[in-house]
């Protein structure tokens, strides 16, 4: 979650919280252009040590853009896809990040997501985000209908656990799933322990010691 390059109050990631013009930062000699890149080329120095010991990293910025509860999504669908474009070439081209890994993640707000989509040639992974539980079959087939052939389609930050079972009744072939912290993995609200026990007994799913062994495979 980027915290606003100006400021705000609270969590000022959120568009509630924060006056930033991501519009703005587009905007050469404006105060929100100089934060935005200052802000933007401090993290490329964080990810320059990874790039040079060849670690690949999935780099999922800008989340949750068509929600617009988040101020890099508030300036709209033009701008975000400039903003996405912006740092991929400067993060690509300036600063030689050749490891990270694009990962697009949208929610589960209603809409059309295509005219959020920034290009085939700037995002390598796509995919999206909920908390309401099951597999998500509708946002799975949104996320996919944007996806070129062969592109990973992912539910990048879940609650509920999805079951192998729930996936295909649903018919969401998920590529991975990510649970979010604290109360989402550790309270029997959403996850029961007998749940965690059924998902990663599953065959189906590849966990962390099995990852060298299925890659190899492939």
């Known amino acids: 979650h980027w915290f606003s390059p ?24 404006t105060k929100e252009h100089a934060a935005f890149y200052s802000d933007m080329d401090h993290m490329a120095a964080l990810l320059k040590p990874f790039a040079d010991a060849g670690i690949p990293i999935l780099w999922r910025p800008f989340h949750e853009c068509d929600g617009k509860w988040f101020w890099w999504g508030r300036g709209g669908e033009e701008c975000f896809i400039k903003l996405w474009r912006l740092m991929y070439d400067r993060y690509t081209n300036v600063h030689g990040l050749n490891n990270l890994i694009w990962v697009l993640g949208f929610s589960d707000a209603p809409g059309d997501l ?3 989509y920034p290009g ?17 079959g509708e946002l799975y087939r949104k ?3 944007i996806a070129p052939e062969g592109m990973p389609v992912c539910y990048h930050e879940n609650g509920e656990i999805p079951t192998a ?14 649970t979010w ?9 959403f996850n029961t322990q007998e ?9 189906h799913f590849v966990k962390l010691h099995q990852v060298a062994d299925f890659i190899t495979e492939k």
């Open 114 to 116: 295509k005219p959020w």
């Open 143 to 145: 996320c996919a209908a």
């Open 6 to 29: 100006l400021g705000g109050h609270d969590k000022s990631f959120y568009t509630v919280n924060t006056d930033f013009d991501a519009r703005m930062a587009l905007i050469a000699g």
């Open 165 to 178: 079972q729930m996936m295909k009744d649903e018919k969401a072939p998920w590529v991975w799933f990510m």
């Open 181 to 189: 912290h604290t109360k989402w993995i550790t309270s029997d609200e």
């Open 120 to 136: 085939d040639d700037v995002v390598d992974i796509l995919g999206g985000d909920s908390y309401k539980g099951g597999a998500q």
């Open 195 to 203: 749940k965690l026990r059924e998902v990663f007994l599953d065959d």
